[in-house]
C-alpha cells in the first residue's frame, strides 16, 4: 500500500512537471512567435518609409522636371505630364498609408497636392502661347523664391525620422 501512495505521489508529480513543462513551452513559443510578428510588422512599415522616400523623391518638383522636361512640348502639355505623373506616382503607392503613421502619410498627401497646385496655378498665369519650357522655368523660379518649393525636403526628412523610430 505504502509503495503503491509513493508510485501514486511520483506519478502525479511526474504529470504536474510535465504540464508545467508544456505550459512553459506554449508560452514561450507564444512569445517568439509574437517577437516574429512584431519583426515582421516593422519590416513592412520600413519597406513602406522608403517606398514613400522614393515617392517624394520622384514627385518633387526639380526632378520631375528634369526627367519629364520636354521642349517641343507647349505649357498646357507639359502641365498635363508633369501632373499626370504625380498623380500616377501617387496612386502607384497609395497602399502604403496603412504602413505609416496618420502624420507621414499626410505629409506625402499634402507634397502632391502643393505640387499639383504649383504647378496648375503657374501653367494657368502663362500665356496661351507659353512653351514648356517656359512653365518650367516658372517652376524653377518658384522652387528659388518660395519656401513652400522645398517642402519635398521637409516630408522626405519627416519620413526618414518616422523609419528611424523603428529601428
Given at each position: 500500500m505504502l509503495d503503491t501512495t509513493i508510485a501514486l505521489t511520483v506519478l502525479i508529480g511526474c504529470m504536474i512537471a510535465a504540464l508545467l513543462g508544456y505550459l512553459f513551452y506554449l508560452q514561450r513559443k507564444a512569445k517568439v512567435e509574437e517577437q516574429q510578428k512584431v519583426q515582421g510588422s516593422q519590416q513592412l512599415q520600413l519597406q513602406a518609409y522608403e517606398r514613400l522616400t522614393l515617392l517624394v523623391e520622384r514627385i518633387a518638383l526639380p526632378n520631375l522636371i528634369?526627367?519629364?522636361?520636354?521642349?517641343?512640348?507647349?505649357?498646357?502639355?507639359m502641365q498635363h505630364l508633369l501632373t499626370h505623373n504625380i498623380r500616377e506616382e501617387f496612386e502607384y503607392n497609395i497602399t502604403q498609408?496603412?504602413?505609416?503613421?496618420?502624420?507621414?502619410?499626410?505629409?506625402?498627401?499634402?507634397?502632391?497636392?502643393?505640387?499639383?497646385?504649383?504647378?496648375?496655378?503657374?501653367?494657368?498665369?502663362?500665356?496661351?502661347?507659353?512653351?514648356?519650357?517656359d512653365l518650367n522655368k516658372r517652376l524653377i523660379e518658384y522652387l528659388m523664391n518660395d519656401k513652400r518649393g522645398a517642402l519635398h525636403e521637409v516630408v522626405a526628412e519627416a519620413l526618414s525620422y518616422e523609419a528611424k523610430k523603428l529601428l
Open positions: 528634369s526627367r519629364l522636361s520636354q521642349n517641343e512640348l507647349s505649357a498646357r502639355d498609408q496603412i504602413y505609416v503613421t496618420p502624420a507621414a502619410w499626410n505629409a506625402v498627401k499634402n507634397l502632391k497636392e502643393q505640387n499639383l497646385l504649383a504647378i496648375n496655378q503657374l501653367a494657368s498665369s502663362l500665356p496661351p502661347n507659353a512653351t514648356g519650357k
